[in-house]
């Protein structure tokens, strides 16, 4: 295992720190080092935590990172109740996917249903984006 192998494996391992801030900072880290190992990792980490500034973290990581399993769990992400933050991450996230028809039916979807205004505003400008609207 190589140098930065074995660091992306530390940042995953970090991804289940006692302390939010460590959680945090590791996604983040891991979103910079856009390796796709870490992918399930911070999908776990999406689904579980509690904390919204680790899941904004994760959400925005899988963005960065991308690939078929990111965007299935941020397209779920945008589907469950979230906070405000974590809501405007995924849909900033998934903006820079590569376009797909599920892509564009999730942003639909937030545009037409999401509670609050900024995260429907902000799926509709993103839907004209890709000429969607």
């Known amino acids: 295992m190589g140098v930065d192998a074995d ?3 530390k940042l995953i391992r970090a991804l ?3 302390r939010a801030l460590k959680r945090r900072e590791a996604a983040y880290l891991l979103g910079e080092k856009r390796d796709p190992r870490a992918v ?3 999908v776990a980490v999406l689904e579980s ?3 919204p500034f680790v899941k904004m973290e994760a959400v925005v990581a ?3 990172i991308g690939g078929p399993q ?3 769990a941020l397209l779920r992400c945008l589907e469950a109740p979230q906070s405000l933050p974590v809501r405007v991450a ?3 996230a998934l903006a820079h996917q590569p376009i797909s028809e599920d892509i564009i039916a999730g942003l639909r979807r937030a545009a037409a249903r999401d509670p609050n205004e900024i995260v429907r ?3 509709r400008q993103i839907l004209k984006e890709y000429g969607a609207l």
Do not use: C, M
Request: zero cysteines; hydrophobic letters at 45%.
């Open 70 to 72: 990111a965007v299935a």
């Open 16 to 18: 289940a720190h006692r």
């Open 90 to 92: 995924t849909v900033e």
């Open 40 to 42: 399930p990792a911070l």
């Open 49 to 51: 935590a509690e904390d």
């Open 62 to 64: 899988l963005g960065k």
């Open 121 to 123: 505003r902000h799926a």
């Open 7 to 9: 660091y992306v494996e």
